[in-house]
């Protein structure tokens, strides 16, 4: 099995569509072409997780934060640390692969995980993505309407939440005349036909334009066929960043930091709000989540927990919502889980492995 069958497959579940404009992730460095002989998944990479994949003969390292990311590479050299791993990695032929904001935005990602740590029910997206959805609509004969819908729905079109084949037809008549240098399906040469046709409209992910307009011409019987494709504004109510969700059952302020603290395995938190208020309502969202606070006010969530906030960061709330910083490995690092649990799920020809020698960055006393 080569390494770009497993990339495959993770970016089925996570497809790197769902990233922030602002991120790199997917393949770093290396080639996807070689054998898989083992994965080590780490948060960050670091030369020691590089020479722990070596000694258990690994040829692919997952970390959650990109290597390369946001730092302006122009070129690698072994005189800092992201030019010391992508050295060490490319010399050991190792495949470095990155899942960050994908992955946190995602169906059963790590906002989702997140959020079912601390018990909430009835989950919903904090921040939902948009601009991943296109439409087609497309004029066919209504001979053929059925055989073209099927091609598509076998594609990915058509797929809206939990259902799929969707589509909308209506009955019309199309018209157009064949020039010369034409060779219609229908009609004669510089005669006017008029055709019953149908006007079909499906819902397709951005990523698959290219793939969509392809078969619409292999299964279309025109030689031209009309179609228009329309860029949507819907959000997608199932991907985004954060999460919010409702606790079992409502606890005091006071009590709900506790709580967290515990459900985490946390030693230490920083929180601004009333520890009297009640807790019922609670958004969440892992690594540094400072611009997500206003959506969680909108949302009228009464907590927030996210890492990363600024001293004034906990000035926005105003006593609205109970805003805690819990830290920015601590709100992401079993993303880890997740990974590691999809590959020993779904391969069992190598070994994955959880990184034994990663320590968060920031120690806490």
């Known amino acids: 099995m080569q ?15 769902w990233q922030e404009d602002f991120d790199n992730c997917g393949v770093q460095c ?42 302006g590479l122009r070129k690698i050299e072994p005189n800092n640390r992201v030019g010391k791993i992508i050295i060490k990695a490319l010399e050991n032929r190792i495949l470095l692969y990155s899942m960050h904001t994908n992955i946190d935005s995602g169906k059963g990602g790590g906002n989702v995980l997140f959020a079912q740590k601390l018990g909430l029910q009835k989950l919903s997206v904090l921040s939902p993505k948009e601009h991943l959805f296109y439409k087609l609509v ?35 008549v199309g018209s157009f005349k064949p020039l010369a240098g034409a060779n219609p399906h229908i009609g004669k040469h510089n005669r006017i036909e008029r055709v019953d046709e149908e006007r079909v ?10 793939q969509v307009i392809e078969t619409l011409y292999q299964n279309h019987p025109y030689e031209e066929p009309a179609f228009d494709i329309i860029a949507l504004e819907n959000q997608h109510r199932e991907v985004g960043l954060g999460r919010m969700g409702l606790l079992p059952k409502p606890m005091l302020a006071k009590d709900f930091i506790l709580y967290v603290k515990e459900k985490l395995n946390l030693d230490i ?18 690594g540094g989540g400072a611009s997500f606070i206003t959506d969680a006010l909108i949302a009228e969530a009464d907590a927030f927990i996210t890492g990363d906030l600024k001293y004034h960061d906990f000035f926005i709330p105003e006593n609205k919502m109970l805003l805690i910083d819990i830290g920015h490995f601590e709100g992401e690092h079993f993303i880890r889980e997740i990974i590691v649990s999809l590959l020993q799920e779904n391969f069992n020809t190598f070994a994955t492995h959880f990184t034994e020698v990663e320590i968060p960055v920031i120690n806490k006393a």
Request: hydrophobic content about 40%.
């Open 3 to 17: 390494i770009k069958e497993v990339i495959q497959f993770l970016e089925q579940k996570f497809p790197l569509q």
């Open 30 to 71: 290396g080639d996807a072409s070689h054998k898989i002989t083992g994965i080590v998944v780490c948060f960050d990479m670091s030369e020691a997780v590089i020479d722990e994949a070596i000694a258990k003969g690994a040829n692919m390292v997952i970390s959650h934060h990109p290597i390369i990311y946001k730092n």
């Open 138 to 172: 497309v004029f066919i004969p209504a001979e053929n309407s059925v055989l073209l819908k099927e091609a598509l729905f076998r594609i990915g079109c058509g797929n809206i939440g939990n259902y799929s084949h969707c589509s909308y037809s209506c009955e019309g």
């Open 201 to 210: 409209e499906m819902i397709f992910p951005k990523n698959k334009k290219h």
């Open 269 to 286: 938190v920083k929180y601004s709000g009333n520890i009297e208020a009640e807790i019922k309502k609670v958004a969440v969202c892992g």
